[in-house]
């Protein structure tokens, strides 16, 4: 079965969902870190809907899924930088805990689509 969207995705939809969260948890941080961590945070988050997105368009596999390797280094990018901001003091452990999951999740996605990819005999 062809996936007519790469919004239809549950990976990209979880994605989306912790970038609009990112962003939100940023907002609250100090402003000398708006050129900084915030910068850091926002670009690798949106980076994981983004080359989801991107991969899916290119309509070949191999691309696919160099664009999905992306998005995975782009989440384990987000995890120090979320480490990092729980350390230093500017996210809650409540907020570090739900990015976290909610970046965990998006991983598993990724690594189970990756897999799923990495079996099948046609192109996307």
Avoid: W
Avoid at 26 to 43: D, N
Avoid at 79 to 96: H, P, R
Avoid at 112 to 118: C, E, M, P, Q, V
Wanted: with cysteine.
């Amino acid at each position: 079965m062809k996936i007519e969207s790469y919004k239809a995705l549950t990976v990209y939809q979880k994605a989306y969902q912790l970038t609009l969260d990112v962003y939100k948890v940023t907002k609250e941080f100090p402003a000398a870190e708006m050129y900084g961590l915030v910068s850091q945070m926002r670009r690798s988050a949106s980076s994981i809907p983004a080359n989801i997105a991107e991969g899916y368009r290119r309509a070949h596999r191999k691309k696919y899924v160099q664009f999905l390797h992306i998005a995975l280094g782009s989440c384990a990018e987000l995890e120090t930088f979320l480490c990092l901001s729980k350390d230093l003091g500017y996210l809650s452990g409540e907020a570090f805990d739900q990015s976290y999951k909610s970046k965990d999740s998006v991983s598993k996605l990724l690594r189970g689509l990756l897999s799923s990819l990495s079996h099948r005999e046609n192109p996307i």
